[in-house]
């Protein structure tokens, strides 16, 4: 017996709807809901199963984005991706490593739900644009106009240089050894002049409403936080990257994607909102 082309196919469906959505929740019940459909098809009739289950995840997708917008307008303070425990394998396919970063997913929360659909299934999944066309009820050239505007304002918004996992890791043992220690001077060193710090707490724990930028007032609030707390910081590869976990009493509290240039930490992506935190404790399948 033939296994079900969705089976077979799931880890990429995933990666299709979580970088649509930013939320691996909304992701899971995007698959449900393709799934049904999925079931209710002829498979007979199907040539290419792959792209026909892409196009079923993408409208899915495209139904709940519009939704999920206008819910994230509410969201109280900043509003980050729900992270994923990712193996280092996933760094080996550097496209798929920075199509997932905390950094690209924050600027793809910046394009509309359409354009974002269209850049993800063309710039990350290489879709051909008269299948894309099809998926998001446009013609192919309205298709095209929509990813170059898409692929132009991400340009302008992503971090300039990639650096490569060793020396991003090595940059973020240097701030976990800083935060361990309680070394502010470390802490200092390991940030950018122009650091900005970026917490999401939605509303259910304190956390800082707005980003915080300058390494001194980052540091600051970082040592700070130390003070209260019994905190232990450690590094995991959160989102295709090494990223930093911190525990408070033994309890997973936090989790966040860093972005690094010319050795410094230049940005920091905190996620403290506890519901956004249920990811973390197996590796996310991811597939392109």
Do not use: C
């Not at 710039?123 to 050239?141: G, L």
Request: hydrophobic share 45%; aromatic share 6%; proline share 5%.
């Amino acid at each position: 017996m033939n296994e079900d082309p969705f089976v077979i196919h799931r880890n990429l469906l995933f990666t299709v709807a979580y970088e649509m959505l930013g939320s691996a929740a909304d992701a899971e019940d995007v698959l449900q809901e393709s799934w049904l459909r999925w079931a209710g098809v002829d498979h007979e009739q199907v040539r290419d199963p792959r792209a026909y289950l892409v196009r079923i995840v993408t409208r899915q997708a495209l139904n709940q984005l519009r939704t999920v917008s206008r819910r994230r307008e509410e969201y109280v303070g900043e509003w980050l991706p729900e992270p994923l425990l990712t193996s280092p394998d996933v760094a080996d396919d550097v496209e798929l490593a920075e199509s997932v970063s905390m950094a690209m997913l924050t600027v793809l929360e910046t394009l509309g739900p359409t354009e974002r659909v269209v850049f993800v299934l063309r710039e990350v999944f290489d879709v051909p644009y008269d299948e894309i066309a099809e998926a998001v009820d446009k013609s192919p050239a309205a298709v095209r106009q929509i990813a170059h505007r898409a692929k132009d304002h991400v340009a302008a918004r992503r971090p300039r240089t990639r650096v490569e996992p060793a020396e991003q890791a090595q940059v973020v043992e240097r701030f976990l050894l800083a935060v361990n220690t309680g070394d502010v001077q470390g802490l200092m060193d390991v940030l950018a002049p122009d650091a900005v710090l970026i917490a999401d707490g939605g509303g259910i724990v304190q956390a800082a409403r707005r980003p915080i930028t300058g390494a001194e007032r980052v540091a600051t609030l970082i040592m700070q936080g130390i003070a209260t707390v019994h905190l232990a910081a450690s590094s995991m590869w959160v989102n295709g990257a090494p990223g930093i976990r911190i525990d408070v009493d033994g309890e997973l509290a936090a989790a966040g994607g860093v972005v690094v240039e010319n050795g410094r930490i230049t940005r920091i992506y905190s996620i403290v909102n506890p519901n956004k935190l249920g990811w973390l404790d197996a590796e996310a399948a991811l597939a392109r």
